[in-house]
């Protein structure tokens, strides 16, 4: 998509963005429990840089057994007086693009393992509190390809202005060429935009998910098995 002034547009993130992307990932996601030990800390550049090396590393992982599309997307605004481009939104789509075997299918990619947390009551106590959501998607996405959107924000300065809307489409589109669902667990700020994108909350899910879960169907793909 061409870039102009005063636009909007989303494509995958380079390497050199990636420690911006994870600023907006820390910021966004600080204030829930126990970002402090998977974020390992506050904001600040050394922050910043071990998550982009981390989630990197977890997209060299996935693009090594699905190649078909990278799980970082930023969105950038083009200031319409100036021309200067900045980040404004990031999200991250995991997309498995074929049926998985039981073993790939039970192993979590390198972002969601938390093998970078040292202390191991720590990363237990990330881990346990993970379990239930992760469970529940192994249940219910058992058996067929889908993607995931992992992380979805947007520098508070620039919401509600559609940034996390072309995040989300971006991600939908490319799961309506492959005709598979689409995945994720939902704050309840971020709700509001799947709901309007036509995401339908799984209701089948039990009280103790702090993220309740939703799935999306491209159109003419039958929902089976759900």
Known sequence: ?????????????????????????????????????????????????????????????HLEKYPSVSPG???????????????VGFAEWFVWDRERTEEEYNVENYI????????????????????????????IMKGRPFALL???CVDPEYRRRGAATMCVRYGMDRCAELGIPAYLEASEEGM?????????VYEGYGEELMFPPMIWWPPNVKKEGI
């Open 112 to 139: 969601l393992r938390m093998e970078w947390v040292e202390d191991p009551a720590k990363r237990k106590l990330v881990l346990d509190t993970m379990e239930p959501e992760i469970a529940l998607r192994r249940r």
């Open 192 to 200: 509001k935009t799947y709901k309007t994108l036509g995401w339908e």
């Open 1 to 61: 998509m061409p870039s102009t002034p005063g636009q909007f547009r989303v494509e995958p993130a380079r390497e050199e963005d990636m420690p911006r992307c994870m600023q907006l990932i820390l910021n966004a996601f600080g204030p829930f429990p126990n970002f402090d030990i998977i974020g390992g800390g506050p904001d600040s550049e050394e922050t910043r840089r071990l998550n982009a090396e981390r989630h990197l590393r977890g997209y060299k992982e």
């Open 73 to 87: 997307v930023k969105c950038v605004y083009t200031d319409p007086t100036t021309g200067e481009e900045k980040i």
């Open 150 to 152: 992992c992380y979805m």
